[in-house]
């Protein structure tokens, strides 16, 4: 059997969701800890269901035999030095390990950030990744006309999802920081409107009064005479960003944050003539070449376009 530690937001639920079809169409076994990590008070939402999706859910038991649990820490040291090897995989970095496809039985623990994990299989994952009707019963009225007029507006225009990211961004700056600077963003709005010169850019964030105050100067900046061509997403809450994903995926091209969460956005329009516009970095600690896409075209945070 395979366990997957689920962690993280809803980019990363994906991403882990993803190879558990992938190990599930080679055959395995696989389950689920969704308990681990979201038994603290401030854990992100599991919010796989706004796809309609359920999952086999491993028990207290299986993830103690697998993870040698139920063994006090000095008999789990003496058995991993003289007996069975470790059946827990840790992710060292963002790139693809073909070890995760191979370890059988394993408690995978990682973030699994590549199309290179489930590419043979990408008509599957885009079936499995679908927004369910069951969204807007989670909803008030309210929130749903609104999400529907967005969705109006964004099917009527040359739509461009940008995203910013900032929040817990800016607690983990030395992982985060200084990568999806202004440079990045004038550079792709530039960019983005000599390939697509009608475009309208519709802004999703997770701090909404900053982004308000610096689009115009993100206007300034990038030479764009009508701030009117921003439109701010709003009424959307960390309980409910599958409605920002749900809208990203409308549109036509994308400028990303070096996020999971818009890294799906784009992901789920399948479309070949989108453009797709990256931070050539993703994190600061950690090399993450296998997250990007063979569409992908990156800025580096000087604003410098980076060949393939």
């Known amino acids: 059997m ?3 530690r689920m962690t993280g937001g809803l ?3 994906m991403f882990q ?9 080679m055959g395995r076994e696989v389950k ?8 603290v008070p401030d854990a ?5 269901w706004a796809f309609g999706i359920s999952y086999p859910k491993a028990s207290a038991v299986e993830i103690d035999q697998i993870t040698d649990g139920f063994l006090k820490l000095s008999h789990r040291i003496r058995r991993k030095l003289f007996g069975r090897k470790s059946l827990e995989y840790h992710e060292r970095d963002c790139n693809f390990d073909r070890q995760v496809l191979t370890r059988d039985p ?4 990682g973030y699994f950030q590549s199309e290179k994990y489930f590419k043979d299989i990408e008509a599957q994952v885009r079936d499995a990744f679908i927004f369910s009707n069951k969204i807007w019963k989670e909803v008030s009225p309210e929130t749903k006309s609104r999400m529907e007029a967005y969705l109006e507006q964004i099917q009527s225009a040359k739509a461009v999802a940008l995203h910013v990211r900032r929040g817990d961004y800016l607690t983990t700056s030395e992982v985060f920081g200084g990568i999806c600077t202004q440079a990045y963003y004038v550079s792709a709005v530039r960019e983005m409107l000599k390939k697509v010169p009608d475009a309208s850019f519709f802004v999703f964030s997770n701090d909404i009064k900053w982004v308000e105050e610096w689009i115009p100067k993100l206007c300034e900046e990038a030479q764009v005479q009508d701030v009117g061509r921003f439109v701010v997403i709003e009424g959307t809450t960390e309980d ?3 409605l920002d994903m749900l ?10 944050a070096n996020s999971s969460f818009s890294w799906w956005g784009a992901y789920l329009n399948p479309s070949k003539e989108k453009l797709v516009i990256v931070p050539s970095v993703w994190f600061n600690n950690q090399d993450c070449r296998d997250i990007y896409t063979e569409e992908m075209k990156k800025i580096s945070p000087k604003g410098e376009w980076i060949e393939a």
């Open 106 to 109: 394993a408690y995978l623990t």
């Open 11 to 13: 980019g990363n639920q």
């Open 2 to 4: 395979n366990i997957i």
């Open 247 to 256: 809208l990203m995926s409308r549109c036509c091209h994308y400028i990303l």
């Open 240 to 242: 409910t960003g599958y």
């Open 32 to 39: 689920f800890d969704d308990v681990t990590e979201y038994r």
């Open 17 to 25: 969701y993803a190879l558990y079809l992938k190990l599930r169409a």
């Open 44 to 48: 992100r939402p599991i919010m796989l």
